[in-house]
């Protein structure tokens, strides 16, 4: 994928990922749900302190905050954020401090959910902590890390802070643009039939580089994100911005996405964010019973209960293969461990 490794060339990148992920065949998957060949992407497998699609994002940030000469890292997200995980383990390797601004976003959880699952791993890569009470105030969140990174510098540190609000550059989608290049070479390689991808959509960098990356590429592939964070009247807006703004980052002359390329489905995410409901139970429980791969309730639970809920819906009756990009997460697991419990024993 010699156009993807051109347009990407400029951008400084650092290995943190176990490249490339595997590409499993998931045909007991396939024959539970009566449905067509499902392959799965094993992002859950990117090797960085247990995984997940962040690896790949955090290859651009973390390669611009050694360029910068940077000592410290900081990062704003839900307590049980795979993402801080992942910085704080990447940035340890690097040398660097970290710190992890942990937002309010989910309703009634208990102490596990406070203790346990990422935010125990965060302790072990002996993060320094902060929090912010409101967990929809992306704008807010990302000022309030600038004030802690004017402290840090006061104290003569040179910080790199990782934003993440939508005014931003979503410098971390390009993971998702070498992901693309990754995937299609593999599509190749092993002959694969696929010809329609879902994956998570939250901030959406994974699903807009995705895109975007598939589509500078030449490939006219089908992705539906499934929404996790927000409804999908938002979240299709959020994509496009995202995508014009990667487009605009690689330079292209002229948009590659359009419109009609961004798919995004919601009937999965009530009651919303890291709210656990019935089909994410289920996804949870066929995933591990059928194929022996964990997903979390707050990420690839629900992706995988969007899959499932579109091939029930016939969405890909026509369909030859779908490949399911798994996000990983399941570190998660544990912190809502007395939920899942009651919910699982009960059946
Ligand atoms: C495990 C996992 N899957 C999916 C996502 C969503 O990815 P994105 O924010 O790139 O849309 C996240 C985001 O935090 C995540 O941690």
């Not at 102490?111 to 002996?126: P, Q, W």
Request: proline share 5%; aromatic share 6%; charged share 20%.
């Amino acid at each position: 994928m010699n156009i993807i490794n051109k347009l990407l060339a400029p951008f400084p990148r650092i290995s943190l990922a176990h490249l490339p992920t595997p590409i499993d065949e998931s045909a007991n998957l396939s024959a539970a749900l009566n449905g067509p060949p499902i392959y799965i992407k094993r992002d859950d497998c990117t090797g960085l302190a247990l995984g997940g699609n962040k690896a790949r994002q955090l290859e651009y940030y973390l390669g611009e905050a050694r360029e910068n000469d940077a000592d410290a890292v900081l990062i704003t997200g839900a307590v049980q954020s795979n993402y801080a995980r992942m910085t704080a383990a990447a940035a340890r390797k690097l040398g660097m401090e970290c710190h992890i601004q942990l937002e309010e976003r989910v309703p009634g959880v208990d102490d596990t959910y406070r203790r346990s699952g990422n935010v125990l791993l965060d302790r072990i890569f002996g993060a320094s902590f902060h929090s912010y009470p409101e967990g929809e105030d992306e704008a807010g969140a990302d000022r309030q890390l600038e004030r802690i990174a004017d402290q840090l510098r006061e104290r003569g540190k040179n910080p790199y802070v990782i934003h993440l609000g939508p005014d931003r550059s979503p410098l971390g989608a390009l993971g998702y643009v070498r992901a693309a290049g990754e995937i299609l070479s593999q599509i190749e390689d092993q002959g694969l039939p696929i010809d329609h991808m879902v994956i998570a959509s939250g901030s959406s960098y994974s699903h807009s580089g995705l895109l975007v990356g598939l589509r500078a590429a030449g490939s006219r592939l089908p992705v539906s994100g499934i929404c996790v964070r927000r409804r999908a009247g938002l979240q299709q807006i959020r994509v496009k911005d995202c995508t014009r703004a990667v487009e605009a980052m690689l330079r292209l002359t002229r948009p590659v996405v359009t419109e009609d390329d961004i798919h995004v489905f919601d009937g999965t995410l009530a009651p919303g964010y890291g709210r656990i409901n019935p089909m994410v139970l289920e996804a949870i429980r066929l995933l591990g019973q059928t194929e022996g791969i964990l997903a979390d309730p707050v990420y690839s639970g629900k992706s995988v209960a969007g899959l499932i809920a579109l091939i029930r819906a016939g969405q890909f009756a026509e369909s030859k293969a779908i490949l399911f990009i798994h996000t990983g997460g399941a570190p998660a697991l544990f912190a809502y461990e007395t939920e899942l419990m009651r919910q699982l024993t009960v059946q």
